[in-house]
């Protein structure tokens, strides 16, 4: 499978009404620190919960209409802000650990 692949299927599993950042995707799909690709991933994907993907701490990224684009599809999901951040406390969505994810497939 190849990094973007694994990283789209990452974004996939974000369920309604729960976000991540953009690095944490990156993390549970076997790359740390590449942020960046999965921005790259999103750009170039359709058809994805991109709404969900979020800059660290949960601060919306984009800018312009598709900030606002952004923020309303999440408060339709029924995630709420803290100022220009989501609440991460409340709806960030934890991947499980890979581990944990052979461990439940040996089941």
């Not at 991540?20 to 790359?31: D, L």
């Not at 170039?44 to 599809?73: C, N």
Request: no cysteine.
């Amino acid at each position: 499978m190849t990094m973007e692949a694994r990283i789209l299927a990452r974004i996939r599993k974000i369920p309604r009404g729960k976000v991540s950042t953009y690095g944490a995707i990156a993390r549970a799909a076997g790359y740390p620190g590449a942020a960046r690709q999965v921005v790259r991933a999103l750009h170039r994907a359709s058809d994805l919960p991109w709404h969900r993907v979020l800059g660290a701490g949960g601060e919306i990224k984009l800018r312009g209409e598709h900030a606002f684009e952004q923020r309303f599809r999440l408060e339709a999901e029924g995630v709420t802000f803290r100022g220009r951040r989501v609440n991460m406390g409340l709806y960030e969505f934890k991947f499980l650990k890979r581990k944990a994810l052979r461990r439940k497939k040996k089941r």
